[in-house]
């Protein structure tokens, strides 16, 4: 089974700093790899995933997220947060193209102040 | 377009008592559907998932069961709540075969 930590449950960061959320997994076998993103008052939504070739993905909103299998790591980076970035990032992992299910870490709180 | 409808958006309920969520999809068929929980300061947690009419499969032992009566319809049920089973209950589709999730809104159940 696979399971996912996320290493900062909240990260408090100022307008137009850089932001990294750290997202570590366990898996024995090779993974898909996602960051969801919940806005307040609103559901997740895809922020980005890994499925395979480069492990430097792109996603909405300026985020990018580094895919480091020899470390099992997937953090997400922004390099300048605006006020509307503030939400809750979940970082998930699927088993490979057969399963169904996404596990998902506890997620991290980003608060983005003036 | 694809829509996901979950309510009620909260509901508080003693003790004891029943409960129902229903979740409806619009736009697709034969969504893979969804329930999780995001009890606070935890991740979420997958509690059941369908890839078809009648096929449920359940992730973890609770005092919860889920049903799918139709294609796109998932109901969550409960005979006697807990106060465990209070929390944001999440119901989502993906399309069987890719890897994305679209998530409802979510039902916020606090059990007194």
């Known amino acids: 089974a696979q399971s996912v930590t996320q290493l900062d449950s909240q990260v408090p960061v100022f307008e137009e700093a850089p932001v990294e959320l750290r997202c570590n997994y366990s898996?024995?076998?090779?993974?898909?790899l996602f960051w969801y993103v919940q806005y307040p008052n609103q559901g997740l939504q895809l922020l980005l995933k890994?499925?395979?070739?480069?492990?430097l993905v792109k996603g909405i909103n300026g985020f990018e997220a580094e895919f480091n299998k020899s470390q099992t790591s997937f953090h997400l980076r922004k390099p300048s947060v605006h006020i509307s970035d503030t939400a809750e990032y979940f970082c998930a992992v699927r088993k490979g193209s057969n399963d169904y299910k996404l596990s998902f870490g506890a997620g991290t709180t980003v608060t983005v102040r003036a | 377009s694809q829509t996901i409808h979950q309510w009620p958006a909260t509901l508080v309920q003693p003790v004891g008592s029943p409960l129902s969520l229903e979740c409806t999809v619009e736009?697709?068929?034969?969504?893979?559907l969804y329930w999780y929980r995001q009890a606070a300061g935890r991740g979420l947690q997958l509690l059941f998932y369908s890839v078809g009419i009648g096929q449920i499969s359940s992730e973890v032992p609770q005092n919860l069961s889920a049903s799918r009566p139709q294609d796109r319809q998932f109901i969550l049920s409960s005979k006697k709540l807990l106060l465990s089973d209070s929390g944001f209950y999440l119901c989502a589709w993906s399309v069987s075969g890719e890897e994305k999730l679209f998530f409802g809104s979510g039902t916020q159940l606090s059990v007194l």
């Open positions: 898996s024995s076998v090779s993974v898909y």
């Open positions: 890994y499925l395979s070739g480069s492990t």
């Open positions: 736009g697709t068929s034969n969504p893979n």
